[in-house]
Structures are given as C-alpha cells and as structure tokens.
C-alpha cells in the first residue's frame, strides 16, 4: 500500500497491511505480557508510563514530523496534540495509583466482602486518521493504567506515529505490552476477530456497528462521531462567530465533536449568517488549517456538500487543489439536507432556523448522533436547562472543543458508547470481582 502526504499527494512511503500470522503473533505477544504486567505495583506502572510519557516529549520532533506526513496538519496543531499525548500518559500513570475506591463491608451476617478490580486482559485498539497519535493514547493509556495489554492498529493512512510510539513503549513497558499493527480494514477485522479479550473502537457508525456484531460476548468501547449542534441564542456573546470558526476549522473539521449544525431562533438567524460567514473568511485553507486527510475523505465531504439543497452557500477563501477544502457555510436548508443528517467532517457549518428555543432544542436532537453540543447565550438559566436537555455525552457553554484529561467524554446513540479521559475511562479496561469470606 502506498502512503501518501495529504499535503501534495506525493507517495510518502509504503506499507505491507499486517495479515493473519502477524495478526496472530502481535496478539500472542500481548497474551505472553499480560501477566508480568499485571502483577506490577500501580507505583511501578506509574513509573513506567512517566518514562514512556518522557521519551514521546524528547522526540517530539521526530513525531511532529510523522504526524504532520500522515495528517498534513500545521505544525502548531501537532505540537500541541502531542504534548497532550504525554499529558495523558502522566495522568493514567497517576490514576493508575488512585483506581476506583472498592466497596467493602459486612453485607451478610458473618461475612465480610469487598471487590477487586482487575483487568480484561489484551486489548485490541482500533483508532481513526484524525488525531493518529493523540486517539491511540485516549484509548491505550488507561488500558495499560488499569493493567492490561494492548495491540493498536491505527488508520491505513496513519501509521508512522503510532509505530514509533510502540517502539518506545517497547524500551520503557517492556515487550509486548503496547504493540502497533499497521494494516487496512481487513487488518482490523482479523484482529477483532482474533483472541483479544475487548476491542476499544473510534471511528464510524457504520464500522462500529460491525465490530460490535463481531465483538460476540467480549466487552467493546465504541466512539463513533458526532454532528454536533450548536445553539446559538440572540444574546450569544460576542466572542461566538470567531470561536466557532476556529473550532469549526481546527485539523480541518475533522474532529468527531466539533461544532457542524447551528442552529438560530428567527430573530438572529440573519446576524449568525452574516457574522459566521465573515469569521470563516479569517479562517484559509493551506494557512490556518490542513487538508483533508484522504481521498475517500474529500469524496465524502465533496458528496454531501453537492448534495445539499442549501439555497445560501458562502464558501470561504483558501486552497481548493488536492485534498484542500475551503471553510463552507451553508444557510436556508431543508431541516433533512444530507449536509444537516451527515457528518461531513470537513471544514462545513449548516445554520438552521427554529421558531423557539424548543424548537431549538427539538432539531439539535433530531438526529441519530450524541456526541457533543453547545449552548451560546449570555443568559445562564436558559443555557443550564438547555445543557441538561441536549442528547449528548458533552456540551459546552460558550465555548466549543475544550476538552482535559481530567473530564470524561463519551457518545450516546448513533455515536456509541463507553467513556473516554477522565479516572472513569480505567472501569473501561476493568471488570469486577466480588470477594466474600466467612467470618
């Protein structure tokens, strides 16, 4: 397979898709890691997960420049997904000292109980070519906190990071602990299918859904996308259209919470087109942000803009060769466009129109997806009641994509289920066990 650079569509490399027998060993090595790791203190695992974190910080040259070859991103964007790479690994070295507080009691008469949490065992990985390395870390790092194994393959697209990454982990976690396994889809498949103990995905519904028919009766953590709605009142402060576009804008779009469908009461509807439009014109494709990564990619984004019966569509300044897509804004569309239904991840925003803030309210949760959300207002009772009642796993207010390894995220609906970050995210790589004695 050839891997090529987003940025010119020049081949950058090639690579040969891991198959079963390398599928097969990568899994046994894991199997063969699981138990010396296991058994280390949490002070240990800790130790050695800073030292994994210190290794990705000294090289981070050297992983800017992968990333950057399989993304296209500035080089501004990557340097700081990476130092959240190691931030994340420092904070699951630090939780995997804390764990989750056993209950432990007399519950029956002359008994006393307590549970232990343990963990699944190896985990099979499969993260997207959006955030190559910054995903493989929201997943592997508390999976290895918690104790267990794990075998990541990152997108067709994407390899380079990732594998340098599990050659590090290699030198400081020991062998078999992290291992990457480059590949294509069918890559994938072989290892849901192949004798991983929990498969953590982040990618498509649709790729999701079959990895969960697959899956049979192991545990699976699925992140399947957004189409975020944003509800933007008439008293929204004056920092909304700059903040969106931003966020709207940052790695290109391709983000599975980033803002997508705004969504206006009548009386301001023309105030955000206008001044979203002028904030997507700061925003330039080939200055402020990347291209699109693929493709496959720029044939979806290309499809569900023409496709849309928008009868106002603003296209932003910028690059539009390649894989390059300019900032889009698209206005007065049917409440079913494929534009609002879809997620184009891509640099897109559609703005729609209610009647009332229930109205609102009833079209940001009209579709399948529930990742994320956000409420722009000045009016802080309307925004908590609407924060509470939006269909999503995160929202914001009067802010969008501002995320911490201390708070959790997780998808409902179409856009899946299980938790990210956070201390909650290690009781996704570990089960229960009940103990009780005879007293």
């Given at each position: ?16 898709p ?28 800790e130790r ?9 910080e ?14 296209g991103k ?23 000292r804390?764990?989750t ?15 232990r949490?343990e ?21 592997c790092?508390?999976?290895l ?12 697209t ?6 340098l990454?599990a ?8 062998d078999g ?11 994938g ?11 953590a ?12 028919a ?8 699925l ?16 920092h ?16 599975c919470?980033a803002?997508?469908?705004v ?14 439009a ?6 330039r ?27 106002r ?6 690059r ?8 889009t ?16 991840f891509?640099p ?45 796993g ?15 995220h ?17 009781q ?12």
């Open positions: 397979m050839d891997l090529i650079d987003p940025r010119t569509g020049a081949v950058r490399g090639a690579l040969e891991a198959r079963a027998e390398r599928v097969a060993e990568a899994v046994a090595a894991a199997r063969l890691a699981t138990e010396p790791w296991r058994a280390l203190t949490p002070r240990e695992r050695r997960l800073d030292a994994l974190a210190d290794l990705v000294r090289h981070l040259a050297e992983y800017t420049a992968l990333e950057q070859a399989g993304t500035p080089a501004d964007e990557v340097t700081g997904e990476l130092r959240n790479v190691a931030d994340l690994f420092r904070f699951y070295a630090g939780a995997a804390t764990g507080a056993p209950a432990a009691g007399r519950y029956l008469p002359g008994h006393e109980s307590w549970v949490w963990p699944i065992g190896v985990v099979g990985a499969v993260v997207p070519w959006n955030y190559p390395l910054l995903m493989a870390a929201w997943r790092a508390p999976a906190a918690a104790g267990n194994t794990v075998v990541v393959k990152p997108a067709e994407t390899p380079d990071s990732v594998a990454l050659e590090h982990a290699a030198q400081v976690l020991g602990v992290l291992t990457a396994l480059p590949g294509d889809r069918e890559t498949r072989l290892l849901v299918a192949s004798g991983v103990d929990m498969i995905f982040t990618g498509s519904a649709a790729a999701g859904a079959d990895i969960a697959r899956a049979g009766h192991r545990r699976v953590s992140e399947l996308g957004g189409n975020s709605p944003v509800l933007v009142l008439p008293d929204a402060p004056a909304t259209w700059a903040a969106l576009a931003e966020a709207c804008t940052y790695n290109a779009g391709q983000s919470a803002p997508a469908r969504i206006t009461l009548e009386e301001n509807h023309e105030q955000v087109v206008t001044a979203l002028a904030a997507l014109a700061e925003r494709a080939g200055r402020d942000f990347g291209p699109l990564n693929n493709p496959d990619q720029a044939a979806r984004y290309d499809r569900v803009l023409g496709a849309s019966a928008a009868e569509s603003i296209t932003a300044p910028g539009t060769d390649g894989l390059w897509r300019p900032a804004l698209l206005a007065d569309l049917p409440d079913d466009d494929p534009a609002v239904l879809e997620e184009a891509g897109l925003l559609t703005v729609q129109r209610a009647a009332t803030a229930e109205d609102a309210l009833a079209l940001a949760n009209g579709v399948p997806q529930a990742l994320a959300a956000s409420v722009w207002t000045a009016d802080l009772t309307a925004a908590l009641d609407l924060t509470a009642r939006l269909h999503a995160e929202t914001w207010l009067n802010c969008h994509l501002v995320q911490s390894a201390e708070l959790p997780s998808g409902r609906g179409a856009s899946g289920h299980g938790t990210d970050l956070s201390v909650l995210a290690l996704e790589y570990q089960r229960p066990k009940t103990v009780t004695v005879r007293l």
